[in-house]
């Protein structure tokens, strides 16, 4: 069975699942599947994170915009429920918490020259800070660094193939990101300056 949540907006694009058993994930997607399926994801400064069941052979991607949460904001968009989310709809379909191990990837820096911390450090850092407090296993990384990623993950074998992006998609992944945040900025209320990237 594949799941595939995005409850972060109304108006938000879904992830997609096609005939040849492709499942794209969007920005504040997370799907899980006990079938054999590809998953993948653009990210910049954005964090997915890949779960897989070993024994069950199931596995689940999310795409997180940002880390951690806003007051009671149960947003797929926000990191700490992006987690708990794909955690909950892996183990729903018969998943074993105990089980599982973890492969994260993104959290760049994609606009050059900047040396502040950034979201995408900002992501990187919740994500690792996360998953050592739940004591799931991170196997493999990719993150921070100055390049877009495409990601793929088989959720049958928990294999991950990722991909820099050259220069000619980076405006899209930008632009996805950057559209992102500015249609839910009233829904999360938040204060303060946000640095995209």
């Given amino acids: 069975m594949i799941r595939i949540r995005n409850i972060s907006n109304k108006s938000a694009q879904p992830a997609v699942h096609d005939k040849n058993n492709h499942v794209r994930v969007y920005t504040g997607d997370v799907a899980t599947s006990t079938r054999p399926v590809v998953m993948h994801t653009l990210l910049g400064s954005c964090v997915a994170v890949c779960l897989y069941d070993p024994i069950f ?38 998943g074993d918490r105990h089980k599982f191990v973890a492969k994260a990837f993104g959290g760049a820096n994609v606009m050059k020259g900047l040396t502040m911390a950034t979201v995408g450090d900002d992501n990187a850092e919740f994500v690792l800070e996360f998953l050592a407090a739940e004591r799931i296993p991170l196997v493999a990384q990719r993150l921070g660094g100055d390049q877009a990623v495409h990601v793929y993950f088989r959720t049958d074998s928990g294999k991950a193939i990722v991909h820099s992006v050259d220069g000619s998609r980076l405006p899209r992944i930008v632009h996805a990101e ?19 990237f």
């Fill in 57 to 94: 052979s199931a596995g689940g991607m999310n795409h997180i915009l940002l880390p951690g949460t806003h007051l009671n904001d149960r947003s797929t968009r926000f990191g700490v429920y992006a987690m708990e989310l794909l955690i909950n709809e892996l183990m729903k379909q018969g």
């Fill in 178 to 196: 950057a559209s992102y945040w500015r249609s839910h900025l009233d829904d999360a209320k938040l204060s303060g300056a946000i640095t995209l």
